[in-house]
């Protein structure tokens, strides 16, 4: 069957940085996008960050220029590594992968960051 499983996740303190990754197993994910989604306290799960196939990426607003997003398509990886954290960072991140309409989605990981 299929599974992603995220690692990584845990408490950093704010101005710090942190590395989350997501590794897929159970089918070929070579041509997937791939991406990241988060939801923090008491609110809709938002859109973090994907990359096409062609390593293309695409960062919403509030954390361009401090993430950054990179896939490994013969280990079947997405990584987000995460710098100048701010405590509205704080979420559970969940990991992605897509083709066309099938998602297929990661348990999640914790990223707290106190202020």
């Known amino acids: 069957q299929v599974q992603l499983v995220e690692s990584g996740g845990g408490l950093v303190q704010a101005g710090g940085s942190l590395r989350l990754s997501c590794v897929a197993s159970?089918?070929?994910?070579?041509?997937?996008?791939r991406g990241w989604y988060r939801q923090a306290p008491g609110k809709r799960r938002e859109f973090v960050a994907t990359?096409?196939?062609?390593?293309?990426?695409t960062y919403a607003n509030s954390v361009k220029g401090r993430f950054t997003i990179a896939r490994d398509n013969a280990k079947n990886t997405v990584a987000l590594q995460m710098s100048s954290l701010e405590p509205e960072d704080t979420a559970v991140y969940y990991c992605?992968?897509?083709?066309?309409?099938?998602?297929?989605w990661g348990q999640g990981t914790q990223v707290p960051v106190p202020s």
């Open positions: 992605y992968f897509r083709y066309t309409f099938y998602y297929f």
């Open positions: 990359i096409q196939s062609d390593g293309t990426p």
């Open positions: 159970g089918r070929r994910f070579g041509s997937y996008t």
